[in-house]
């Protein structure tokens, strides 16, 4: 099982980052210069269109210059998601004062996630919605998000159609470039506090 991948590598300090960017699904660590010009055709999120708890319409340009967490859940999981969820919080409550940091949880069972259920959701883990965003929208396009996008559940080692069922631990960072960073074990505290460092650690870059 992944844990986390943007763990610094020996040779990190022979590059000008600190931490490296992940363009495919093998999250392979490719060291670059921020300036380099490989930045330009790297892999980036997409853009997409979801709602969120409040009703609101979501989308790429939310998160234009933030740096966000994201994974993904569903509000009737007995299992992972509510530690995962809780993890969350985690973040909510380190990065509560920063406004360039964001989180983005995505429902894996949308037509059962309505608004009401998001809110009430959100309700129950405190979830503040200027600093996490709970969105349902077109199961395709989740899916699609978190497959073709994010690469969310590859450390599975099974390729999945878009239209089975999505379920991972998983919690990715990107940047404000729209790049990922990192992916990390969301049910881990350790992976989730080198997670909370990271996010500092590019913030300082």
Known sequence: MLCFMSCKMDNAKSNNTVLPYFSDATFTPIWLDDNSEELDTLH????????????????????DDKYYVTNFFFTTCPGICPQMTSNMAVLQDSFAYDNDVLLLSHSVTPTRDSVPALRAYAEEYDVSAQKWYLVTGEQQEIYRLGRRAYFIEEDLGI???????????????????????????????????????????????
């Open 44 to 63: 980036k999120i997409p853009a997409f269109k979801l709602i969120d708890q409040n009703g609101d319409t979501i989308t790429d340009k939310t998160f």
């Open 159 to 205: 390729a999945k159609d878009l239209d089975e069922f999505l379920h991972t631990e998983n919690f990715v960072l990107i940047d404000k470039n729209k790049h990922i960073r990192g992916i990390y074990n969301g049910l881990n505290k350790a992976s989730v506090s080198q997670l909370i460092k990271d996010v500092k650690t590019l913030k300082s870059m």
